[in-house]
DNA sequence: GCCCCGATTGTTATCGGTCACATTCATGGG
DNA sequence: CCCATGAATGTGACCGATAACAATCGGGGC
């Protein structure tokens, strides 16, 4: 009547009956609080040895108000921009010892942001980061409901919500630097789609280092990530006979356009260069290998994490840079070369 | 000192005093308890409605010992497949009202599947789906915590865990069906990683569906779904002249193996037909764009959820096969042509 | 007209932890 | 030698929901 087969796992009072201490105590050691004697620390470890014992996690935030789950509002992560950064958030989320639950959305809207949130706060999540590339999805982050800490991911107009992001910008300066040092007179540009802020800040970065070097801007052409779109493109380009560079606001549009332009029978590297961005795994084995711009998403995770744990009073890890914006670099390989010679 | 400025989230108790009745009466209406009448009903929902309400879930999931979140065990996410599995799981999982927590895996081996469960269980989730596509993973699905409802994805040896997966089998067979029909003689096949469950299943399919049809077997090339490994492969057979097709286990070794025969002069599909195995998205625009087989990974994300809903004493889904087999489905390109004539 | 029953609603215990405060005990200053 | 002090531990309330059970009310059967 009194002993049950115990099939049920071990909880807290359980722990401090065959320790011999109360539910408090057993509570303190397992918090790390400082006035335990050694002796009964010890005794209390023991007996969640022996039990197995591990704190129901939804009683602990119940109580303490404060889970150790983040939430994660996601968006489109088979690309591999989007699904890299959650792999890099989950990456550091884990070794601060926090889970992550995360909600995809469909449409990268207001809407659909702040219902995400929403369903997030509902969990009692600690904070939330928004992996918001849409200008859209950035405008919603500033009509969040009060009292979730946030973070913003790939944006950079999120009202006052703190930002990490790669710096898209000095990305493409990368590209148009290698090419202009190569010789080539001017670079197109293929651009991703207008609403995204990665493209919108790779136009920027693409046309100010044009300005910057005095060259002539090509119209933009416009792109939507896919590979059809760069292969549209690149049809368009061997059109003319005047393009000698092109850089494309990503590899899976490099990818498209390397296939229309082999079709038409231009050469890359020898008629034209071609530059991407992201570094794809599939970007090394491409005809030709192709040169792109490599973004570094775990330190993106780890930055977005360690500016999520500071709002919520709690130590920024160690080695983490405060620096919002994370430095690209260039990966060289053989779809960029010098200008044919006329 | 007895009012507040609201700065908090309402709580039943909030709703109940507003709308006159006690909490018990609030719980029930949230929960479409039949005895309620309709008046108390909607005056009960005008309250929820004016005070924004929201149940908190960690709440919920405490006194009713069960939470609306499932828990996700995932492995190298940055792979086609893995990712769009992920987002079959979450779409799935959010129509049917439930959250989803994550674990990703650096390695997949027994002790990080069970630790990976066991950090999802002391969050309660109401149950796991473990993505384990690897050898390891799927014998250590055997070893879990009792207690925990779990399907597993990709694997057919989890003890007796139901299990959901593409049939791969199936895929591997249309594919050899499919360059036979074209003609050639024979079909070569680069597999994938030994540990992993898919490419053994392909390997089966494809040595099953030669023997069917009383062709020559020809000795397996061993790949790491790389491109890199396709690559290497390529330029194995570029040398050999007796090939006309190949059928590598992913696409991106599909790539890999376009370039190196690309580089050696050999023409696809004039001399040989390459078929791939995923149709990522950058398969319908490679030189030549890609034959392949196309996995529909919602549909195993919708399975998924319908198992672990039936094993949760949920009503499954309508319309959704018990099935644990999806079937994969041919998408013919231009990859893949008659032999060439001798 | 009385009693039983089902529909509706309320009261209290409970889930498994943490928090605030009380209690106990040994120590050291006056 | 007494009392303030602080370390170590225990007690009970509480977080916000659901579950179990009690209470109330109106109507049908005898």
New binding site residues.
Partial sequence: MSQQPAA??????DV?RLA?????????V??D?????D???ERVLRAVQQLN????A???G????RSRVIGVVSFDTILHGPAATLLGIERAARHAGYGISIVALERLDRSGVVEAVNRLAEQSVAGVVIIAPLLTAAAAAGSLPAGVPAVVVESDMAGDLPTISVDQVAGARLAVEHLLELGHETVWHLAGPKDWLEARDRVDGWRASLEAAGRRVPPVLAGDWSPRSGYEAGRELAERGDVTAVFCANDQQALGMLRALHERGVRVPEDVSVVGFDDIPEAAYLSPPLTTVRQDFDEVGRRCLAALLELLGVDRPLGVPRHPRVPPSLVVRASSGPPPAR
Avoid: C, D, F, W
């Fill in positions: 049920r796992a071990a909880v807290i009072k401090a011999g201490v109360s539910h408090q105590t057993v509570s303190r397992l918090n609080h400082p006035s335990v004697r002796e009964t620390r014992y591990r704190p129901n939804l009683a602990r119940l109580a303490g108000r």
